[in-house]
């Protein structure tokens, strides 16, 4: 079993950034791929980007890609959400998520933290 904790967010002016953590305890955290999502009030819940087991590698959503930086410290059983040039629609609860390798599941979930850009 793996416990995700997410902190750092907060309210802050469109433009300005971000960085959200999301600590695990458990099993081996470098097992897991690790996520971000995130749901905005009255909408589904929507991906923003991936990281590998390894940090070697990541994805992103179009909406976020080239502002947001997903990283990763195996040493430290964290994962990062860096977020720049925050917009209005960037507002939501934010969650991060672990699936095992091999898994198409993400098994694992934070209880989310919250993110406000005011425009």
């Known amino acids: 079993q793996v416990e995700l904790v997410e902190s750092g967010g907060g309210l802050v002016q469109a433009g300005g950034s971000l960085r959200l953590s999301c600590a695990a305890s458990?099993?081996?955290?470098?097992?897991?791929?690790m996520a971000w999502f995130r749901q905005a009030p009255g909408k589904e819940r929507e991906f923003v980007g991936t990281?590998?087991?390894?940090?070697?590698?990541?994805y992103y959503a179009d909406s976020v890609k080239g502002r947001f930086t997903i990283s990763r410290d195996n040493a430290r059983n964290t994962v990062y959400l860096q977020m720049n040039s925050l917009k209005a629609e960037d507002t939501a609860v934010y969650y991060c998520a672990g699936r095992d390798f091999g898994s198409s599941e993400y098994a694992y979930w934070g209880q989310g933290t919250q993110v406000t850009v005011s425009s």
């Open positions: 458990g099993r081996a955290f470098s097992n897991y791929v």
């Open positions: 990281i590998n087991r390894s940090g070697s590698t990541s």
